[in-house]
């Protein structure tokens, strides 16, 4: 006897199985080992936005800036120009189009021609997302928002560009198929759908990676990451200072140095109780063996 299906259980049967898959990806994805770098290895690079990626410390709205965006879009058309044949079978070809602005000093835009018109191909997972960032990317009010901030005197032209100078730089030093490259992109991939890091899905079953340092409930080591991801939630935009992306990178540069590995991961573990509440706090003073020597870096951070 034939039995028929009705089409609304086809429908939830496709759904069904379209969800085991991503889960059974997402799994396979983050059972691989984390690839780590150490601090010297990024002294090459021009900006934090790359490292930031590839270690997972972003947040849940890093696909709201524009050097994730310049950052996620280079590295998809790298991919295409150095290592296509790893591109997957079923990849999409996209055009795309760049063009030429000219801009008034107050940084409106005058003029725009099509200066390049080609084609990238394209992993179909970032397909959506790269065509998304481009618009944005290109649209008049970023394109008006760079100039001003070039006119200003507050970036340089080179400053703009520095993400995508990173990317590059990745692709000179990594080879197309090593396990940094795959973490890389799909690290990218994860912030552009505002999804967990490979390092977020792994923190709660990975011990950590050095005996004796304390691993974060979101899987986080480095100081600068852990606080980006305390002030990127918006649970807590109420203490969050009014650049909290200058205020982060500056505890990076200037407070993580004074940091062993074993400290540095023992506050990003906790940045709240054991950074933010303790060390920054001047009442504070000597509750912890490290805040004569750290309080008065991150106070300056502060100001």
Same mark, same amino acid.
């Given at each position: 006897? #034939?039995?028929?299906?009705? %089409?609304?259980?086809?429908?939830?049967?496709? /759904? !069904?199985?379209?969800? $085991?898959?991503? *889960?059974?990806?997402?799994?396979?994805?983050?059972?691989?080992?984390?690839?780590?770098?150490?601090?010297?290895?990024?002294?090459?690079?021009?900006?934090?936005?790359?490292?930031?990626?590839?270690?997972?410390?972003?947040?849940?709205?890093?696909?709201?800036?524009?050097?994730?965006?310049?950052?996620?879009?280079?590295?998809?058309?790298?991919?295409?120009?150095?290592?296509?044949?790893?591109?997957?079978?079923?990849?999409?070809?996209?055009?795309?189009?760049?063009?030429?602005?000219?801009?008034?000093?107050?940084?409106?835009?005058?003029?725009?021609?099509?200066?390049?018109?080609?084609?990238?191909?394209?992993?179909?997972?970032?397909?959506?997302?790269?065509?998304?960032?481009?618009?944005? #990317?290109?649209?008049?009010? %970023?394109?008006?928002?760079?100039?001003?901030? /070039? !006119?200003?005197?507050? $970036?340089?032209? *080179?400053?703009?560009?520095?993400?995508?100078?990173?990317?590059?730089?990745?692709?000179?030093?990594?080879?197309?198929?090593?396990?940094?490259?795959?973490?890389?992109?799909?690290?990218?991939?994860?912030?552009?759908?505002?999804?967990?890091?490979?390092?977020?899905?792994?923190?709660?079953?990975?011990?950590?990676?050095?005996?004796?340092?304390?691993?974060?409930?979101?899987?986080?080591?480095?100081?600068?990451?852990?606080?980006?991801?305390?002030?990127?939630?918006?649970?807590?935009?109420?203490?969050?200072?009014?650049?909290?992306?200058?205020?982060?990178?500056?505890?990076?540069?200037?407070?993580?140095?004074?940091?062993?590995?074993?400290?540095?991961?023992?506050?990003?573990?906790?940045?709240?109780?054991?950074?933010?509440?303790?060390?920054?706090?001047?009442?504070?003073?000597?509750?912890?063996? $490290?805040?004569?020597?750290?309080?008065?870096?991150?106070?300056?951070?502060?100001?």
């Amino acid at each position: 006897m #034939l039995r028929f299906v009705s %089409s609304r259980r086809v429908v939830f049967l496709s /759904v !069904a199985l379209c969800l $085991a898959a991503a *889960a059974l990806y997402a799994q396979s994805q983050a059972a691989r080992p984390i690839v780590q770098k150490p601090n010297d290895y990024w002294r090459a690079y021009r900006t934090d936005m790359i490292r930031q990626v590839f270690d997972g410390g972003f947040g849940s709205d890093v696909d709201l800036e524009n050097p994730f965006k310049l950052t996620y879009n280079t590295y998809v058309e790298a991919f295409s120009s150095n290592c296509h044949a790893f591109l997957p079978a079923n990849h999409r070809t996209l055009t795309v189009t760049q063009y030429k602005t000219k801009s008034d000093a107050y940084g409106n835009v005058r003029d725009r021609q099509v200066t390049v018109q080609g084609t990238v191909d394209v992993d179909p997972r970032f397909a959506t997302k790269y065509k998304q960032f481009g618009e944005e #990317l290109t649209s008049e009010g %970023s394109t008006k928002a760079a100039a001003m901030a /070039v !006119a200003s005197g507050r $970036a340089t032209v *080179a400053d703009t560009f520095a993400p995508a100078m990173d990317v590059f730089q990745f692709f000179k030093t990594e080879p197309c198929n090593s396990p940094a490259m795959r973490q890389l992109g799909e690290n990218l991939l994860r912030g552009a759908m505002g999804q967990r890091s490979l390092q977020q899905l792994t923190a709660t079953a990975a011990p950590p990676a050095t005996p004796g340092m304390a691993r974060s409930p979101m899987g986080l080591t480095h100081l600068v990451d852990a606080c980006n991801a305390f002030y990127r939630d918006p649970a807590n935009a109420r203490y969050a200072p009014s650049d909290a992306t200058a205020y982060c990178t500056c505890l990076g540069e200037h407070v993580q140095p004074a940091m062993s590995p074993e400290e540095e991961a023992y506050f990003a573990a906790d940045f709240e109780a054991r950074f933010r509440d303790n060390i920054l706090q001047p009442k504070n003073a000597g509750s912890h063996p $490290a805040w004569d020597r750290l309080h008065p870096l991150a106070h300056d951070c502060a100001r």
